[in-house]
């Protein structure tokens, strides 16, 4: 167990929708990242929030969009769903000091499977 | 523009041997190279990471070697055993600019992954 808890696990909904994915952190850490694993696909980098702001953001769909509350869970919003986002999206967290640490590892929740029919 | 590819998509070894996992990378600003494992409906688990100023770096069975020079990674684990059949990526990190001003070291790359069997 990562400590990262992301709901739901599983999520069925239908093209043109809106849906909204959770994610808290492990406890202490203060970056939260988010992840698309599409099918035969590699994790691809969406965002990445430090202590509530954005701190860096990869391919990311205008459609979605993502936020960090005060008590630091996530959220990723995904609206006017297309087949095409049906994947998992894993949620990451890490201590998150943004510069003056070599590394800081990311820990992974379990994901949640989203199916767009 | 897959900047780290693993092109391997599986691997099957016998227990007792040596699994030999390879990965390449096209961008020279990557510093940090990290290798993940993971099992069906599980997140990904961070397992061995290396830094671009070292070329090797082990950790019990696992070692993991960089060469620069040929943008090139592997992981070797010795000796393989049942348990470490799993999924395993390979991952970059590089320093992002964010917009409120500052760095982040957050950003990683992933390759599609290698499906790797180790049979008793």
């Known amino acids: 167990d990562s400590g990262v808890t992301q709901t739901p696990k599983h999520l069925i909904t239908a093209t043109g929708q809106r849906v909204t994915l959770r994610c808290s952190p492990r406890?202490?850490?203060?970056?939260v990242y988010w992840y698309q694993q599409s099918l035969d696909q590699g994790l691809q980098f969406l965002i990445q929030?430090?202590?509530?702001?954005?701190?860096a953001k990869g391919n990311i769909l205008e459609r979605f969009s993502a936020q960090q509350f005060p008590d630091l869970h996530s959220e990723l919003n995904l609206s006017s769903l297309e087949l095409g986002d049906s994947a998992l999206y894993f949620c990451?967290?890490?201590?998150?000091?943004?510069?003056?640490?070599?590394?800081?590892?990311?820990?992974f929740g379990p994901g949640t499977r989203l199916t767009v029919l | 523009d897959q900047q780290v590819k693993q092109n391997s998509p599986s691997l099957s070894v016998q227990e007792g041997r040596i699994s030999i996992l390879n990965c390449d990378y096209t961008?020279?600003?990557?510093?940090?190279f990290l290798w993940y494992k993971k099992y069906p409906a599980e997140g990904p688990t961070f397992l061995i990471s290396?830094?671009?100023?070292?070329d090797k770096n082990e950790d019990g069975r696992f070692t993991v070697f960089l060469n620069k020079s040929a943008k090139h990674l592997s992981l070797h684990i010795v000796p393989s055993q049942p348990g470490d059949s799993a999924v395993y990526f390979c991952?970059?990190?590089?320093?992002?600019?964010?917009?409120?001003?500052?760095?982040?070291?957050?950003?990683?790359?992933f390759g599609q992954g290698t499906i790797l069997t180790v049979h008793p």
């Open positions: 990451a967290s890490s201590v998150g000091v943004t510069s003056g640490y070599p590394y800081n590892e990311q820990f």
């Open positions: 406890s202490g850490d203060l970056s």
């Open positions: 929030y430090y202590n509530g702001e954005e701190r």
């Open positions: 961008n020279s600003m990557f510093d940090y």
């Open positions: 290396i830094s671009s100023i070292k």
């Open positions: 991952a970059a990190r590089s320093r992002s600019e964010s917009n409120a001003g500052g760095t982040s070291y957050g950003k990683l790359t």
